[in-house]
């Protein structure tokens, strides 16, 4: 799955939970297309085309002027409204829009897109609607932060090394936030590689006489990384979203399958069998 279709899909279940949140029969919405531009590529309960791959510039009509502001905007009468511009008239009145709320969805300090949802009767969208929308803007801010840290952190992984200890101690701090992050990616074609990166990344410390039947159970490996990379076990429950007691168990299991009697000794016995860097 590429990254636009995967945030094509994010995007869709964002506007569907829009609707359903707000009570609103249209949501559309869309990410950056460059700079200073949204392109809106994602209808929901719309009844025509009419704003499909509309291209929204900053300051433009009240998705330009959510961009352009970064904060929610509303209009309870579209054609009338005196507080935007009206480039975008004609393919919203297709669509017999009428009250109108446009919710940026910014990541790092920056929009990347913008969420609309809209009735096709001018009549006032009060805080309980606007509380929703913004929910939904803020599922799909998480979800591409959660991309961007994975995108980063497979960039850094995928990088030639140089030779050293402080380039392995790179590679095993990439491996471990690696291994943290793979549970909250949605898409599993991304989190597939993630996990395909941090089995090439493990393979790569492994001696050629490494121990290949040693197995351990993922979140064993998780808990693994954790601990290689110094971290304790509050640490590693509070990167992986586990409680402290599950941690201990999973140390427990891992140490046990590997024969170990301590955390360095479970760490170093998971590396000579190549499963950790």
Known sequence: MSADISEAVELRTALVRLRRGTELPVAFGGLTAGPGQVRIGELSGAATHSLRGLAVATGNGLGGKALSLARACAVTDYHDSRHISHEYDTAVAAEGLRSVLAVPVVVRRRVRGVLYGALRTAQPLGDRVLTAALAAARDVE???????????????????????????????????????????????????????????????????????????????????ACVAAGATNAVAAERLGLRPETVKGYLRSAMRRLGAHTRGEAVAQARRAGLLP
């Open 142 to 224: 998480q979800a591409l932060v959660v991309r961007d840290e994975a995108h980063e952190l497979l960039s850094a992984a995928s990088a030639p090394a140089a030779e050293g200890t402080g380039a392995w101690e790179e590679v095993r701090e990439a491996h471990g936030a690696l291994r943290a992050l793979a549970p909250r990616i949605v898409d599993p074609a991304l989190r597939d590689e993630l996990l395909a990166v941090c089995g090439r990344l493990a393979l790569a410390g492994a001696p050629p006489e490494r121990e290949a039947a040693l197995t351990l159970a993922p979140r064993e490996v998780d808990v693994l």
